[in-house]
């Protein structure tokens, strides 16, 4: 009979990587933690030195907080990087990208084949006035000409700004405003759960409402009747048809923008983060190679969308600029059935998985039963990323999709940083379920209290970067004082403030608590939304639980959770208070939720993020809003009404 959750995880509170893994590790040896600490220049400068330079740096570092410039001097191109330097080399015939539709429609494209594409498209973006520092925009799905766009962009040093394809017009359209674009790419439709989403007509009409842009390229996905507007609607195909494949790459100061990014749940004004060309690639080069022990022959599927930061880092730049295959994939997971990234897994021979936890939490929640399926040992490696993991998360990942034998790297960093930032090395680092254990080598962070002095080990506070690193963003694009006052601000100009709370343990392993608005101050103590959902997935009914803190008159907040039954469980009175019980056992009474609203979904975005500041506006009364970016919008009213009735049962008891 398998053991409770509870007694696994005492059991096993450390992993250790397997000796056969450790034999083959690209970092074997802890003493480089020492090395890069003592030397952190010199450490990124080393990895700086396997990229490829027209032009080799100067200077590592110049540091006027909270100013950073790194490589000053030299001289590079990404997608030279990316793509140019693998063809003298075996790699040439390599395959670069491996693409999957929902509908089942593959595309390979090797680094060879990768090259031409990126220098055809280079040379169309040049036929139409695009130059060095314009500003493109890209509002694609995840299709290989997205990646295609985006170094093609590299290559000409025009800036690109991916926005994700599930956006809403009205959220395109300020990103075009804000980043001043005059040529939009775009699609004619994609597919997701079966159905075609049409693409074109959401391009049309942020185009229309931002008003600046000159031309729209149209890539023919789905094939579906969409209109042309003649004079400025060009078909990707038409264009590429005469198009010449070799395209001479813009020699790129390290500091030269490579992309904008602007940040998911943005209110009010977008908020354009800026990210150079030196800086940024070696940081994903380097976290890319280390964090995920890549080899040769390694096929490596992060399942994030491209249109976030993840995808950018960890499926473009950092796999790409290592010559690694990178697997894409365009659709939803449960289609046509939940299994799908498991089939994929076995018909490619994934051997690098790296997902999310709300994604790992939904394959709890589908059952085993789908993963079994499918034959997994091909998988050596799974990493986590978006947010902090709960424990019984972390080990079911463990246990079912990596058979017992993969260690998991579960990374914390942010669009802001740029790359990975606190992290196993899989080779040397024994991981706890929920920590993202230490800093990668060169980066220095601590745990702060509101003094900003270092809180000892056990406990709580801030997290913080005390020092600057390579991918680290420049600015806020239009808007250097709020860059500094946002993240620069909160004690010194030499401590980068990340916005999440955190606690660090006595090896000196951090704990990510999650948005420091995610935590909430109930009579007077803080407590952690994540510690409390970590609590309730615990209990062996519960499949995903997301917490909010909501007003009180007089405690200030209270606890409210949101829960997800797992399949053969119902929610019930008994089954509330069984839960709100669970949590005062595990955290403390003061902790123990107000309310336990069971629930079959949770509001969600496309890339899987809960949307707590919607439950906190349902938990609250206030009005929800342009819902329009959910990956469910439909949830919102459903829970709305969920909670409404709880209220009355709650008040009528």
């Known amino acids: ?49 396997e990229l490829d330079w027209f032009r080799k740096w100067d200077r590592v570092l110049e540091w006027n907080p909270p100013d950073a410039r790194w490589f000053i001097g030299g001289k590079l191109n990404a997608s030279v990087n990316c793509v140019d330097r693998h063809l003298a080399t075996p790699r040439k015939n390599k395959a670069a990208i491996i693409w999957e539709g929902e509908p089942g429609d593959t595309r390979v494209l090797t680094y060879q084949e990768l090259s031409r594409e990126v220098n055809r498209f280079a040379n169309v973006l040049r036929s139409l006035g695009v130059k060095k520092g314009d500003r493109v925009t890209i509002y694609l799905p995840m299709i290989p000409e997205l990646p295609i766009s985006m170094l093609a962009c590299a290559r000409i040093g025009a800036p690109h700004s991916v926005v994700f394809g599930g956006f809403s017009p009205t959220a395109l359209a300020s990103r075009i405003e804000d980043s001043g674009s005059r040529i939009l790419i775009t699609c004619d439709g994609y597919y997701r759960r079966g159905e075609l989403i049409p693409q074109k007509a959401r391009a049309d009409e942020a185009a229309q409402k931002s008003g600046g842009i000159e031309k729209v390229i149209v890539v023919r996905r789905a094939g579906n009747d969409v209109p042309m507007q003649p004079g400025r609607d060009l078909w990707w195909h038409e264009l590429m048809e005469g198009a010449r494949g070799v395209a001479a790459p813009e020699e790129m100061d390290a500091e030269d923008m490579l992309f904008m990014m602007y940040t998911s749940g943005t209110t009010g004004k977008p908020k354009g983060v800026v990210h150079t060309t030196g800086g940024y690639l070696v940081g994903v080069y380097a976290t890319t190679k280390w964090v995920f022990d890549l080899h040769e022959e390694d096929t490596y599927w992060c399942s994030a969308d491209i249109g976030w930061i993840t995808g950018h880092s960890y499926i473009v730049y950092g796999p790409l600029s290592n010559g690694a295959t990178t697997v894409m994939y365009e659709g939803s997971p449960d289609w046509p059935d939940k299994d799908r990234l498991w089939q994929m897994v076995e018909r ?83 991981t706890k379920p929920g920590s993202a254990t230490r800093p990668f080598p060169g980066v220095r962070a601590a745990v702060l209290d509101e003094n900003g002095q270092p809180v000892p080990p056990g406990g709580g506070g801030y997290l913080a970067l005390l020092r600057p690193w390579p991918a680290m963003l420049r600015t806020i ?61 615990e209990h062996p009914a519960v499949a995903e639980a997301a917490v909010i803190g909501a007003l009180h008159p007089i405690k200030g907040q209270v606890p409210v959770a949101f829960v997800i039954l797992k399949s053969g469980h119902a929610g019930s009175p008994a089954l509330e208070q069984e839960l709100k019980q669970k949590v005062a056992e595990v955290i403390s009474p003061i902790a123990r939720p107000d309310r336990v609203v069971f ?15 919607l439950l906190r506006d349902i938990a609250e009364g206030k009005e929800l809003g342009d819902v329009t970016t959910l990956r469910n919008p439909e949830v919102a009213e459903e829970l709305r009404m969920a909670f409404t009735s709880h209220a009355e049962r709650a008040a009528s008891s």
Request: proline share 7%; hydrophobic share 35%.
């Open 477 to 537: 694009w239009g808007d250097h004082d709020r860059y500094v006052a946002q993240y620069w601000s909160r004690w010194n100009r030499e401590t980068y403030y990340p916005g999440d709370g955190a606690k660090w343990d006595e090896d000196g392993y951090f704990w990510v608590l999650g948005r420091v608005d995610d935590v909430m101050n109930v009579a007077g103590h803080r407590l952690s939304t994540m510690e409390i959902e970590s609590a309730l997935v």
């Open 348 to 430: 490619y021979r994934v051997n690098i998985f790296y997902t999310a936890p709300t994604a790992i939490r939904q394959f709890m929640q589908w059952g085993e039963q789908y993963p079994a399926r499918h034959d997994l040992s091909s998988l050596r490696l799974l990493g986590s990323v978006g947010e902090p993991i709960n424990p019984e998360a972390w080990v079911w990942y463990h246990r079912v999709i990596g058979g017992g034998r993969c260690p998991i790297v579960d990374t914390w960093w942010q669009t802001e940083t740029g790359m990975i930032m606190i992290t196993p090395l899989p080779g040397i680092t024994e």
């Open 1 to 49: 009979m398998a053991k409770p959750i509870e007694a696994l995880l005492d059991e096993r509170r450390r992993y250790r990587p397997p000796e056969e893994f450790v034999a083959r590790a690209n970092v074997r040896d802890p003493d480089v933690y020492r090395q890069a600490d003592e030397d952190f220049e010199g450490f990124w400068s080393r990895f700086a030195g």
């Open 599 to 613: 629930t079959p979904d949770l509001p969600k975005t496309r890339s899987g993020k809960i949307m707590r500041r």
